[in-house]
Each structure stands twice: as structure tokens, then as C-alpha cells.
């Protein structure tokens, strides 16, 4: 009698509810024998119009069988509800991924450290876009025929689909590949050919998305350094080659790899079988790789303010040494125009008096109400405040409001809630959030090193009648006398448009240290980070700061904001990701009774405070 060998994984399915409460499918594999130590798995990312179920053999032929595996089903695809191809947008598809890893962290106990990433072609651009925005600690991504750049073979196809679009927002258009495209093997091809689930729409909306994000994502890939594999098909009739190789050049990860897979199609783990197995060895090599070396301590991201892609593009703005010559004299062209129209426009004016980074030119901002002089300023104004940085600006507003008002709504009603907001400008984000929260004891400190933003917000907390406890304090967010240890710790602490526009860690640090110290022991941080920025040029060469100076910005990647804010002992939570992915807004919870090492030496931790009595 022979004796079966159990399977090394136990399958199973579930579901799980994404940022939008929409529950989507997904597949998971239990190992039979998990390895040592903590618990490690692998994360799958199908390619568009698949789905979970195209992933069952590729668990099996990577051969981890220690490793726990998962795949969801994407919105619009496979058993996950939606127009078959839709979803709101290409951002809601990465959002729902970080839902799907934060969903596998709390329900295996999976920490996010522990996960790697195997993702192919669209796959590829949602981890891309994830490691991006989101910056997961994740221990590495394998990507596969990433989808950068989608071969529509049609002369302006992205034009006319985006004309498309404006005539009709639902506009969805049927895929011109076809199996003989995607792979070498007969048998996967008629796989492929008979699977129900695979979906042949997609949503033009999506695929403008897609490309638009992939594009930015590609730009500033420099804000990337998690360990990547890639993998090329040298015949990829879907895909071009070329975005990939850029992607990976331009990539920070100290681990990275680069391989081309010879005389394959787009479809590389599904390929024939000399293509596969290279595939497939490549990836196993890289993943033991991966696990077997650690994360980089948090440390290495206190130096990225001088030792960084974005330091050095700070310096050559700094110098003058930034942008060609045909770029320079177009920004020298609209400045002087700033310079003799500017004037007109009433939100330009404000910028040029008192610097287009302060606070009255942000509450400008938020009030979104075009106005000027001699009938043209305010055409001019009404594009000026429609820049893709006010618009964001805007949703950043939105979504820190949604954000601290869901903190609000889960404190518990029968306790005081005690909010700081340690540069609060005009008051508006908080003080608005406040007039839908009147029946709740909420104490409210606003501080802010103008008295003039101070004496705003005063007058804007009378005209919205907040029958709140509000205190106004004129103090530098940067100091540590600031931040008193005696004080009654705070349950909410906000710190919103300030760190991105000072490049010096050490003071960025300075100012985490000072919060901590008077954040309660499972308080929560409620952060903003500009992780990049599509005109930092135009901006550098024709807009002045609150001192007058041109105004420089170095993006902090999300990575090294997070890195920061962990470093005192907050743990991020989630954050929201803005237009473009400009700017984001992240919430974090205080875990640790002091800051970590690695504060600036001027600054030792202060004793913890004691925690208030409610």
C-alpha cells in the first residue's frame, strides 16, 4: 500500500471588506508545515482581466512551502463584485491592495515585513504604485512584464480615449489580446481561452488611470528602495520594454535585479517551459535573498535629507543648476508675468505680500473663490487656484477632515478629548471638523508662531459659533520649549502642511520628539507628507516663500516621513493618498512610552508625562 504525501498547502477562500465597505474575493494557501519563526507569505497580484484562481499553480511551482500564499480577486474581475473590468479608478485598485495586506496583517498575524510581493504586468503597477504611495515595509516585490507602458498599437489611442471619456464616462473597450500573445505554451493558451472568470473589458477610465499613474510612478521611482526583481519578456507583444528598464534604473533599492527572459511573450510565469523554469528560478533565488537578509533600520532614513535623489535636486535648485536651457527661459518668462500681472489676481497677490507657502495664501486656497481686478484678474486667479497643487491642497484638506473626524466619532462620548494642533495656521481644517462635533467635551489647542494666523483663526472660531474650549498659543513648532512635559498629554495630535516645507530632518525630528512627549501613550498622530511633485522647477523659478526667498521644496518620500514618525514610537495606521499623489495624509498611533533611539543629540527624550485622569 502506498502512502499519499499530504499537499504541502491547505487552500482556502474568504473575503474581505476594502476602504469602501465593497467586499472583494480572495484565495489563500495555508501551509501543512509552516517554517520556523514568525509566519511568512507570499502575496499575489494577477494580471489585468484575471483573476485568484490563474494563481493556484503558480503557489505549487514557486515551491515556498513554508509560506503562507494569498491572492484577491480585483474589483470588476473573478468573483469580486463590479462592471466586469471597472473600478472607480486605477487608485481605488491600490487602495483596495493595501485594504487586502492590512486585512491579512490583523487576521494571520502576518506582519507586513514578513510579505513578499510577486506581481505581473497590471499587478506590477499596482505594487509599483503601492510601494509609492503607501511605503509598506515589505521584504521584497517580484514584478513581472510590469505594465508601464501599454502597447494600443492605434495612432493616438490615449487622445482619443481620453476624448472618449469626455463624451462618455462609462466608456469601456474590449482587449485585443489574445493567448496566442501571451504565451508560447498550447496548453496555457487554451487555459486561458476556456476560463470563465477571464474578462476581456476594461474600463477606459481605468486604463487612462493606469497610465497616467504608471507614468508618474516611473518618474519618481528614486522614492522606491524596497528590494525588486523584474523580469522582462524580450518578445512582450503587450507591454513596452523600455518605461521597465528606466523604472529600475532610476529604483533606490540597494537589492535590485534586472533579468530579460529570452524569446518570451507577455504572460512570463504562464510561458512555456524553458521560459517559466528561468523565470521561475530567478524568482525563488531572489525570495530566499529577501528573507534571508533584514529590513534596513529606520536609522538610514534620517540622512535622506542630505544624502538622497531629492537632496541632491534640492542642492541643484539650490545652486541654479536645475532644468535645461529652454526650461529656464519659460519659467523666467512666467515669472516675469507673475511679475506684472500677479497683481490682478487677488490669491496671486496675497502670495507675492506674504509668501505662497503661508497660511493666509492656504486659507486662500481652501476658500476656492476666485476674485481680481480689471476683469482679467479674476480669470487669472480661477487658474491659479485650479493648479494641480491647490487642487490638491484642497482634497488634503477633505480627507484630513474625514480623518480626524473619525477619530473624534471613536473616542469614547463619556470621555474629554483633548486635540493639538502644533502649526495650525488659520484654524479651518480643525476648527470645521469642531462644528460638526458641538454636542462632544472636546478641548481644542491651536498654536502657530504668527500672531496675525492666530488672531484668523480666533475670528474664524466666532463666526462658526464653537461653543468648544479652544485655546490659542503663539509658539515655534520647531522648539522644544514648546512642547512642555507638564502638560496634560493629548488624544489627537495634528501636524498638517508644515514638515514639507522644511528639508532639515533634524528639526522635522525635533518637532516628532516634542509631539510625543505630550501624546498620551495610545493617542494618535495625524501627519501630512508631500512624497512629490510634478512643477517643483516652476515653483522653485517663479514663486517666492513667507521669507521671501525662491520657493525650494525637497518631497520627503513616504517611506522616510513614516521612518520619522516610528523613530519617536508611532506606528502608521493608513494614510490617504491625494491627487496625483501629491500629497497624503497618514494617521499613527503612539506605542511606545518614549521616542526610540536615533533622536538628534540636542534633543534627549524628555520624561514621559503622566497619563491624565478622565
Known amino acids: 500500500m502506498t502512502l499519499l504525501s499530504p499537499a504541502p498547502w491547505q487552500p482556502f477562500e474568504s473575503g474581505f471588506d476594502s476602504f469602501d465597505q465593497t467586499r472583494l474575493f480572495y484565495r489563500g494557501w495555508r501551509p501543512a508545515q509552516a517554517a520556523e519563526g514568525k509566519p511568512q507569505a507570499l ?21 515556498c512551502t513554508g509560506h503562507w500564499a494569498f491572492a ?23 487602495q483596495d ?38 511605503a509598506p515595509r515589505v521584504r521584497g516585490v517580484v514584478m513581472a512584464a510590469a505594465a508601464f507602458d501599454i502597447n494600443l498599437y492605434v495612432p493616438l489611442a490615449k487622445p482619443a480615449l481620453r476624448l472618449g471619456l469626455r463624451l462618455n464616462p462609462g466608456l469601456n473597450i474590449t482587449s485585443y489580446i489574445r493567448s496566442g500573445m501571451l504565451t508560447h505554451s498550447r496548453e496555457q493558451a487554451l487555459a486561458y481561452d476556456a476560463d470563465p472568470l477571464v474578462t476581456r473589458n476594461i474600463s477606459a477610465r481605468v486604463l487612462i488611470d493606469l497610465a497616467d499613474t504608471a507614468a508618474r510612478v516611473v518618474a519618481d521611482a528614486q522614492a522606491i528602495d524596497t528590494p525588486i526583481l523584474m523580469l522582462v519578456a ?31 511573450h507577455h504572460a512570463i510565469f504562464y510561458e512555456a517551459a524553458p521560459q517559466a523554469r528561468a523565470a521561475l528560478q530567478a524568482s525563488q533565488a531572489f525570495i ?14 534620517l540622512a535622506a535629507d542630505t544624502s538622497s535623489p531629492s537632496a541632491a535636486m534640492l542642492r541643484a535648485m539650490q545652486q541654479d543648476q536645475a532644468g535645461t536651457p529652454l526650461e529656464n527661459a519659460w519659467y523666467g518668462l512666467q515669472k516675469n508675468l507673475l511679475g506684472r500681472l500677479g497683481h490682478l489676481s487677488d490669491g496671486m497677490a496675497i502670495g507675492q505680500a506674504q509668501g505662497f507657502d503661508s497660511g493666509a495664501s ?10 481680481g481686478r480689471m476683469g482679467i484678474g479674476k480669470g487669472i486667479d480661477r487658474g491659479y487656484l485650479d493648479a494641480i497643487g491647490w487642487r490638491g ?29 502644533v502649526a495650525a495656521g488659520g484654524g479651518r481644517y480643525v476648527l470645521e471638523t469642531l462644528k460638526r462635533f458641538q454636542s462632544r467635551h472636546i478641548e481644542v489647542t491651536l498654536r502657530d508662531i504668527d500672531a496675525a494666523n492666530l488672531a484668523q483663526a480666533q475670528q474664524l472660531a466666532m463666526d462658526l459659533g464653537l461653543a468648544n474650549h479652544i485655546a490659542f498659543q503663539r509658539r515655534d513648532a520647531f522648539d522644544p520649549a514648546s512642547y512642555p512635559a507638564d502638560e496634560v498629554p493629548y488624544d489627537i495630535v495634528v501636524v498638517s502642511g508644515l514638515y514639507e516645507l522644511f528639508s532639515d530632518n533634524a528639526r522635522v525630528l525635533a518637532s516628532l520628539a516634542g509631539i510625543a512627549r505630550q501624546l498620551r501613550p495610545g493617542g494618535h498622530l495625524v501627519y501630512t507628507g508631500q512624497p512629490w511633485h510634478p512643477q517643483l522647477l ?35 495606521l493608513a494614510s490617504a493618498i491625494g491627487l496625483a499623489g501629491i500629497f497624503t495624509v497618514s494617521v499613527a498611533r503612539r506605542v511606545a512610552t518614549r521616542p526610540e533611539a536615533g533622536l538628534p543629540a540636542s534633543m534627549p527624550a524628555a520624561p514621559e508625562p503622566a497619563t491624565a485622569t478622565h
Open 72 to 94: 484577491c480577486d480585483a474589483r470588476g474581475h473573478g468573483h469580486s463584485p463590479g462592471a466586469r473590468g471597472d473600478a472607480p479608478s486605477f487608485g481605488a485598485m491600490v
Open 97 to 134: 491592495f493595501e485594504s487586502f495586506v492590512r486585512h491579512l496583517q490583523a487576521t494571520y498575524g502576518i506582519a507586513a515585513e514578513d510579505m513578499l510581493i510577486v506581481a505581473n504586468s497590471v499587478g506590477a503597477v499596482i505594487a509599483a504604485t503601492w510601494l509609492h504611495d503607501y
Open 393 to 421: 491642497i484642497r482634497q488634503r484638506k477633505a480627507q484630513l477632515q474625514q480623518l480626524l473626524g473619525e477619530l473624534i466619532a471613536r473616542h469614547p462620548a463619556d470621555r474629554p478629548l483633548r486635540i493639538l494642533d
Open 538 to 572: 516652476l515653483i522653485a523659478k517663479t514663486l517666492n516663500n513667507h521669507l521671501g526667498q525662491p520657493w525650494r521644496m525637497r518631497p520627503r518620500p513616504q517611506a522616510e516621513m513614516d521612518a520619522l514618525v516610528a523613530s519617536v514610537g508611532c506606528e502608521k
Open 43 to 63: 502575496v499575489f497580484l494577477h494580471r489585468g482581466h484575471e483573476h485568484s484562481g490563474r494563481i493556484a499553480p503558480l503557489v505549487a511551482q514557486f515551491g
Open 288 to 301: 530566499a535573498e529577501c528573507f534571508a537578509q533584514p529590513l534596513p533600520p529606520l536609522a538610514v532614513y
Open 362 to 371: 492656504l486659507d486662500y486656497v481652501y476658500k476656492n473663490q476666485a476674485g
Open 234 to 264: 524580450d518578445k512582450d507583444y503587450v507591454v513596452k520594454p523600455g518605461p521597465q528598464r528606466l523604472f529600475f534604473d532610476r529604483l533606490a533599492s540597494k537589492l535590485k535585479r534586472y533579468q530579460v527572459i529570452d524569446n518570451c
